[in-house]
């Protein structure tokens, strides 16, 4: 059971922070649909994250073997002789889990790499955003140009896993980390003054 607790303090700075409130329900188990890359640890990361905040999320993904989703069409139903033939039964055998999975998610975390071009994961993106899933893209600062559509249409765009596992955390209990910008980070009604003066 997931109990509210009062954020206060965080970091030493000109004005307090004040109780937050947020609602936690211990009821709903969230959905977390993880597309794109599959060369590094970044689903071990969330997954960790996760469940060291003991987060209510179901982690789900693609398979993540390069090998068995390029063969799985060719094993089960016999091999192609020319690649396009090939790719496509092994695509399409692959979408059977991919779709369902994808519609059956709460959010999908899209991580794009920077080593490879990860067509895939646009492809992924995209139709999470075209059927209404929140979406979060995962990537380097370096690729934010490149991906400057996809990020447009993203809820939030992180640059680690760890910045997924907040998202996630805030989202569903209203935990918030210490600020990215340390002891530089000043509220918005003391940086920029309060957005509506008669509330």
């Known amino acids: 059971m997931f109990m509210s607790t009062a954020v206060t303090g965080r970091i030493a700075r000109k004005v307090s922070v004040t109780s937050r409130s947020f609602a936690t329900s211990s009821e709903k188990i969230w959905k977390v649909y993880l597309s794109g890359e599959i060369h590094s640890d970044w689903r071990e990361v969330i997954a960790k994250g996760v469940s060291e905040k003991g987060l209510p999320v179901s982690l789900s993904s693609p398979n993540t073997s390069h090998e068995d989703s390029d063969d ?19 695509a399409n055998m692959n979408a059977i889990r991919t779709k ?72 569903i209990t209203g935990e918030l980390p210490t600020p990215k910008d340390g002891d530089k980070w000043i509220p918005i009604a003391d940086r920029l003054g309060k957005g509506n003066p008669n509330p």
């Open 100 to 171: 369902t999975l994808l519609q059956d998610a709460d959010l999908v975390v899209v991580r794009f790499g920077d080593k490879y071009r990860q067509w895939n994961a646009a492809f992924d993106a995209g139709y999470a955003t075209a059927i209404g899933k929140p979406l979060i893209t995962l990537h380097p600062p370096g690729l934010s140009h490149m991906l400057k559509e996809v990020n447009a249409s993203a809820n939030a765009v992180c640059e680690d896993p760890e910045q997924v596992v907040q998202t996630l955390a805030y989202a």
């Open 72 to 90: 799985c069409g060719a094993i089960i139903l016999g091999m192609e002789e020319k690649r396009p033939n090939w790719d496509k039964i092994g």
